[in-house]
C-alpha cells in the first residue's frame, strides 16, 4: 500500500481538492492500492471551504463537508506532496516534493477568493494530481 499525504496551510482549500481529485482520479483509473490524506500545516479544524465543495463537485468528485486535519509528525512510509516549494521546505527532507513543481510553478492559494479562482486552482491541481499519478504508474 502507497500512502499520498497532500499538505498546504489551513487543509480547507488546496490539500482537501488535491486529495478528492487523487481519489477520484484513481477510481477511474481502478487503482486500489494507494492510500490518499491530505493535511494543513496550521490546520485549526474548520471546515473545508464553500467554493472548494462547490468546485469539487463541477469536477464531479465528493464535496462532502469535514474538518481541517493539522500534519503531525511525518511519517517515513508516506509521501507528503505540498502545494508550493515553501511548504515543501517547512516540512524538510524525506519523502516531500512540491505539486507544484510538477507544473513548473506553485499552486496558490484560493482562500477567500470567488468560486472561479477555486475552480482555476482545481484544474492547476488536477493537471499536476495527473502528472504525479502517471510517474508513480512509471516507477512500479
Known sequence: MIKL???CTGNTCRSVMAERL???ELKKLGVKNIKVSSR???AT???I????KSVLKRFGASGANRKSVKLGKLDSNTLYVT????QKNVLGQGKVISLGSLIGKDIQDPYGQNEEIY???AQEIYQAVKIL???MREQK
Open 22 to 24: 487523487t481519489k477520484m
Open 83 to 86: 502545494m508550493t516549494q515553501s
Open 45 to 47: 479544524g474548520e471546515n
Open 5 to 7: 499525504c497532500y499538505v
Open 133 to 135: 499519478l502517471n510517474k
Open 119 to 121: 475552480f482555476k486552482t
Open 49 to 52: 471551504a464553500v467554493n472548494a
Open 40 to 42: 494543513g500545516i496550521n
